[in-house]
């Protein structure tokens, strides 16, 4: 038999799923890691995640001011959520459309996605250096090495979604992998 609290959760991610299936807005109470202060968004949900031990809802926010809140105002991607991190929702009555060309394929999305950032897709080139280009490949479903270095290794060429998430994975790979190039 399961914890109430697993099944609280199970039924949460039921609840999740039917509104994307069903194209309804949610509106939610999100406990991000800046304050601890929840923020009350209204989003469009398009997708559950799973990566790393937590679930992860893509939903695109409504009436937010792109300009003021996001980095890359430009940014079509959906904003990431954290599951467990969502205090309260309601699934409303409200339905939003999305033009079969537009939809959210997250089979795409979770091989560029690895960090659980959203932000602008950035398709990088690095060297890579270490012990094990698998690992390498494996982190990065869209990597793909395309030469061989004379000296030993790698250079890769892969596609990501970045908001910092790509960053942090470079710095803590240290000196095996160098940023090549970069569009």
Known sequence: MCRPTTEKFVDKLWKLGEAIRDHKVLEMDYVGTHNGTPKHRRVEPVGILFSEDYFYLAAFIEGIDKQEHF???????????????????????????????????????????????????????????????EAVLDRLPTAKVVAQLPEGGQVVEAEVFDGNGLDMWVRSQGEWVEIAEET
């Open 71 to 133: 980095a890359d105002p430009a940014d079509e991607s959906p904003t990431i959520y954290r599951v467990d991190r969502i205090e309260r929702f309601t699934v409303t009555a409200d339905r939003f459309t999305v033009p079969y060309k537009d939809r959210f394929q997250e089979g795409e999305m979770r091989k560029r996605i690895q960090f659980m950032y959203g932000g602008k897709l950035r398709r990088i080139k690095f060297k890579y250096i270490g012990p094990n280009i």
